[in-house]
């Protein structure tokens, strides 16, 4: 079984920034590709940005140059740093991971969300 926990959602104002974690944890043998999803209220979810076991990015053409997405491997943890935010960012955050378990078999995985709110 595989878990994958978000944190670092809050409250903002327009123009600042926030730092979303997310670990995984269990039966973990490998973990390829890491990604973060948003999705707001009415639409549908989009992919933000993603990350490879090798350390290559994409992202949204909407969040570039604001957005960073980075990884600690030996944790087993994916973070986006998101600044210079804008009330359309606002959106539940999720992090999605392709994952090998301990029986060798590959899934994706996702986390619960964390709510990102951008307001004056």
């Known amino acids: 079984q595989v878990q994958l926990v978000e944190s670092g959602g809050g409250l903002v104002q327009p123009g600042g920034s926030l730092r979303l974690s997310c670990a995984a944890s269990g039966s973990i043998s490998s973990i390829n590709t890491m990604r973060w999803y948003r999705q707001a209220p009415g639409k549908q979810r989009e992919l933000v940005a993603a990350i490879t076991s090798v350390g290559t990015t994409t992202y949204v053409d909407s969040v570039k140059g604001r957005f960073t997405i980075s990884r600690d491997s030996p944790k087993k943890t994916v973070y986006l740093q998101m600044n210079r935010l804008k009330p359309e960012d606002t959106a539940v955050y999720y992090c999605?991971?392709?994952?090998?378990?301990?029986?060798?078999?590959?899934?994706?995985?996702w986390g619960q969300g964390t709510q990102v709110t951008v307001s004056s």
């Open positions: 999605n991971a392709d994952v090998m378990t301990r029986d060798y078999s590959w899934d994706e995985y």
